[in-house]
């Protein structure tokens, strides 16, 4: 009894506990639900906020993003993908993930008479002969003064270097020493002058101006002592009369060391007309080299009545020293890297800076696209003039799909014909100097020594197209072409040509080299010089079709500081011989030379010079 009676006390203990806890945690549970509905009123409501702010800006960076833009060296392989459609057109692919194509169409959409002339170009013509009042060589040449010139660099750079020559020897009132030319250099020729131009025609042509000799005479039978220095670059008429009389009156005999652009832009109107006639008369190419450059001329002709040729700069050392990224990848980073450590000097590249400001010559693509867009199309003889080119065929195809009509003089001729020319880098350079200034139109990738040369050339002898690329503001279009349609694209491109096509008074006098642009020797056909006919600025051509207000706008690069002044040389040359030497530390002395063998002897040591074309 007892015990039932236990069991039913116990029992009733764990009801009461048991309700006890669950009692407890009913009241537990209550107050954490108002506990969470607390912090749910004030928490919520935040994040909802919150959420709602960054919803808000999503959406207005997505209306005022720009499109995206493509890596300056993505722009470059957008050609290996080509395929062609049923009108012609060729369709041109950027990778595998685009959904849009840039269609670049086979015809170039213009057959108008600007394609293969410039405007007003009848009103101009070369002028260079002497003035009644200028003092002939046998007036004005002492007797004991010599001057002796030592050429550098690339068959164009040499003839830089010979014309400025002659007006130096009229300055100084010296008798010239044919100059030799370098045979050190990058381009390790060993043609002599005679074996490059005609020297009797030289010699004969300039008899009035400089008396020409091609050897130093002896002296009581024994060679002349020669003292060898060097003038500074853009040495003006009163440079060389200050530094070099007094030395030529002691010594008689004077060397001038690494003579390229070692004359002012700036001299008077006689002196230019001199550096005319020595460039544009004087210097004629021997009967071998001419008549072969005729026979690859006339095979041009023999495939179509007009053709342009283009002077392609690409080589590895030259895009080495650039700093620009052709779009090789890691590859081509470590392949020019290794080549620019050549230069000690060279700061880190930043490729695409250099690119912005117009550094980097054109791709064979880009000459392609800007030819096309211009409005040469895929039925166009193209003649290429190029050394060794970075990336062989494979950075040439897209070249060779817009424009399948290519030549080289290895094509146009046989291995028998080349023979003579193959071993010699300045004579093969003649053969396409010759072909190029006879194109109807020239265009180069690149600012170097030929092309200024042919441009200059060009101008003198009739103004003939001449297209030079506007890198610094073609380079931005080409990066996001594949962003516009085609029509857009090429509409930009021929805006951004204006004052880049070889017509008369594109470039402001002064502007320049004087070898890219000789204002001083060309006139009107009413005698007056050419910048007192100016072109009317609302007149433009057909292919271009473009409004008054684009042909003068300050960025369509129309007699802008586009145009480089004299201070301001190209980076790709003269300069470039002076970064060598500061990489080498070196100093040079002035010197006096006893052995005439020796006077074209490198007086220093250093990397060969590959922009001296």
């Known amino acids: 009894m007892k015990k039932k009676k236990r069991d039913a006390i116990n029992g009733h203990s764990c009801i009461n506990i048991t309700a006890t806890a669950f009692g407890g945690v009913v009241f537990k549970t209550s107050v954490l639900r108002r506990h969470f509905r607390r912090i749910r009123h004030h928490v919520f409501p935040l994040i909802s906020a919150v959420s ?23 722009h470059l392989s957008l050609l290996r993908h080509l395929t062609s459609d049923d009108n012609g057109e060729v369709e041109v692919w950027p990778n595998s993930e685009e959904t849009t194509k840039f269609r670049v169409p086979e015809s170039g959409g213009s057959s108008g008479r600007y394609l293969w002339s410039t405007r007003k170009s009848e009103l101009f013509y070369g002028c260079s002969n002497a003035d009644d009042n200028f003092a002939t060589a046998d007036a004005k040449t002492h007797s004991n003064r010599y001057l002796l010139i030592a050429t550098s660099g690339g068959l164009n750079q040499q003839r830089t270097g010979i014309t400025d020559a002659v007006v130096a020897a009229y300055i100084l009132n010296a008798t010239l020493v044919v100059p030799k030319l370098d045979q050190k250099s ?14 009797d025609w030289f010699i004969s042509s300039l008899s009035k101006d400089v008396k020409i000799i091609k050897e130093l005479p002896t002296k009581g039978g024994k060679p002349m002592s020669v003292h060898t220095t060097r003038v500074p ?31 002012s832009n700036r001299l008077n109107s006689d002196l230019q007309k001199l550096r005319c006639r020595a460039n544009y008369q004087a210097l004629k190419f021997t009967n071998t080299i001419s008549e072969m450059g005729k026979k690859l001329v006339e095979r041009m002709r023999m495939k179509s009545k007009h053709f342009i040729a283009l002077h392609l700069r690409f080589e590895p050392d030259m895009l080495a020293f650039s700093g620009c990224d052709y779009g090789g990848g890691e590859k081509e980073r470590k392949e020019l890297g290794k080549l620019r450590k050549r230069w ?31 409005g040469f199309g895929n039925d166009i003889h193209l003649y290429v003039a190029s050394g060794e080119v970075y990336g062989g065929e494979e950075t040439m195809a897209p070249l060779k799909v817009l424009f399948p ?45 030929m092309a200024k040369m042919l441009a200059g050339r060009r101008r003198y002898f009739g103004h003939k197209p001449t297209i030079r690329p506007n890198a610094k503001k073609l380079s931005p279009l080409f990066i996001n072409r594949n962003n516009m349609t085609w029509e857009e694209f090429a509409s930009r491109l021929r805006t951004s040509q204006i004052g880049f096509m070889g017509e008369p008074n594109e470039i402001k006098p002064g502007r320049g080299e004087f070898h890219e642009n000789p204002v001083a020797c060309i006139c009107s056909a009413s005698n007056t010089k050419a910048k007192e006919v100016p072109i009317p600025q609302n007149e433009s051509p057909d292919i271009l079709k473009i409004d008054k207000e684009d042909y003068t706008n300050k960025d369509s690069g129309y007699a802008t500081d586009e145009q480089v002044t004299e201070d301001e040389q190209d980076w790709s040359e003269a300069d470039y011989d002076e970064i060598t030497n500061r990489s080498l530390g070196k100093v040079l002395p002035s010197v006096r030379v006893l052995d005439p063998s020796l006077l074209h002897k490198s007086d220093q040591p250093e990397i060969e010079e590959f922009f001296s074309d």
């Open 186 to 199: 990058y381009w390790k020729d060993s043609s002599n002058f005679d074996e490059i131009f005609d020297v």
């Open 233 to 263: 670059r853009k040495c003006n008429e009163k440079c060389y009369q200050n530094r070099l009389v007094p030395v030529l009156n002691k010594k008689h005999a004077v060397q001038l060391t690494k003579f390229d652009y070692r004359l």
């Open 344 to 374: 000690k000097t060279l700061h880190a590249s930043n490729p695409d800076k250099v690119r912005r400001h117009g550094r980097c010559p054109l791709t064979p693509e880009e000459v392609g696209l800007m030819l096309r867009a211009l």
């Open 405 to 449: 009509n290519f030549h080289t003089k290895e094509t146009l001729l046989s291995k028998e014909e080349l023979a003579p020319f193959s071993s010699f880098s300045s004579r093969m350079a003649a053969l396409d100097f010759i072909v190029c200034d006879e194109s109807d139109v020239f265009i180069t990738n690149n600012n170097g020594n």
């Open 52 to 74: 709602g702010c960054l919803l808000l800006f999503l959406a207005a960076f997505s209306v005022l993003a720009p499109s995206p833009v493509l890596h300056p060296h993505d």
